[in-house]
């Protein structure tokens, strides 16, 4: 694997194996997928159904389940959220001591139910599913070389390869077949493979994505997770994150951790902390409640406002702003509402009604920023565009100033290790300046966090602070790949430019 800490530009397209798509309608990036496995209880698919419903902020698209008896694997997934795939009958279905889930929002390979994981596959290794949350840099290349050797995938998902590359590796013990490999895959996971006599939990060496292992407290059963949240539901208590690098075994004869790779530099997503995990969550051995907070203390640090109050773009900001009233002695008010029951799925039909996608899914309240100067905080903007609607919305309901400042660096490259920023198009920072932006926005004033002040945030005292990846900020991704297998992108970005920005 080969790693790289200087700076290295992006492609300026980000097509993957069967395409990236556009953001979602609300500008917003998305993680790839949540993961729950469980070992140990006669209850393990009720647990993992729990586990997957409190990681459904981490994929809605499609939800599955795989579980164990010790002699054979049963499988359900269907296509949308958690509640909506599994009914009861379906969980009575899914037998055994053992299980893995997954909640899956595509990076790579299209939104087909054939794609819904875990995938599950008998090989002359037995039967075994795999849940993947990350996306693999060098899977297109893998995929054509083993299509070249006469390898029939059945899924357009990435992490397909690693089910071809153990049958082939020649290895007739499973895990050795497993760390094979994994010595060829480049990139970000944490994946969770269940055989019918043995739960693997291993995290890629720089640690990208999370995972955290737990025990339940009446069972014992030994539990993975992507997040602690999902912990909570289930009656789990944690003990540890999974180590970058790390493959843990759990069978009937306990627990065993293996580190079969040399030392590598931690490359700890930095967005994981700043918008996509829960904030009831710890992740990387932090509390992301704190880390927030940490967020918006800087924030208003390095960018001071007279102002009258603070407002939040809900859900996910809302603790950065808490950070940033405290800091900055200013209350903190709720001048936006949020509905829940706006899903993913929704589309504008037509560009004449385009603006009712923010007021379908937020509406200000008039009493609480009439006649205010307000600093308006969110944690992103990727495109721009549900801001600009976000802020006329507040204009129009009598706000006499909008100082938006955002919780995190101006987000100016796509990234390839699991989340869903597609192309620098898409992005705004990407080709205007924040004067630039804040014009567009119509905003009085504009402030982005400094990577500085970023990393500050997120430090442990006594740990290293460079052990985040950035990328997505900074351009500087820590493993190199080659930027030919990204096809030309759509300039998405053509509406907002053809506008005159006033």
Known sequence: MKHSTSHRNCPSSGKTLCGRRRLPEDGKPKDECGVYGIFGSEEASNYTYLGLYALQHRGQESAGIVSSDGERLYRYAGMGQVAHVFEKEKLDQLYGHAAIGHNRYSTTGASFLRNAQPIRVDSNLGSFALAHNGNLVNGWDVRKELERNGSIFQTTVDSEVIFHLMARSGLTDFLDAFIAALRRIEGAYSLLVLTSTALYAARDPMGFRPLVMGRHKKSGAVVFASETCAFDITDVEYERDIEPGEIVRVTDQGVESFHPFGETPESLCIFENIYFSRPDSYIFNRSVYEV??????????????????????PDSSVVAALGYAEQSGLPYVTGLIRSHYIG??????????????????????????????????????????TSRKLIKMMKNAGAKEIHMRISAPPTRFPCFYGIDIPTRNELIASS???????????VDSLGYMSVESALRAMEIPGVASNRWCDACFTGRYPILFDSSEYGNQKDLFTEFMIEEVR
């Open 432 to 442: 205007h300046t924040p004067e630039e932006i804040q014009k567009y926005l119509r």
């Open 292 to 313: 927030r907070k940490n967020l918006g203390r800087e924030l208003a640090l390095e960018h001071p406002v007279d102002a009258d109050c603070v407002v939040a773009v």
């Open 344 to 385: 993913r799925t929704f589309i504008e039909p037509e560009q004449k009604i385009r603006d009712f996608g923010a007021r379908i899914k937020y509406n200000v309240v008039r009493s609480a920023i009439e006649g205010k100067r307000i600093v308006l905080v969110d944690d992103s903007i990727m495109r721009g565009t």
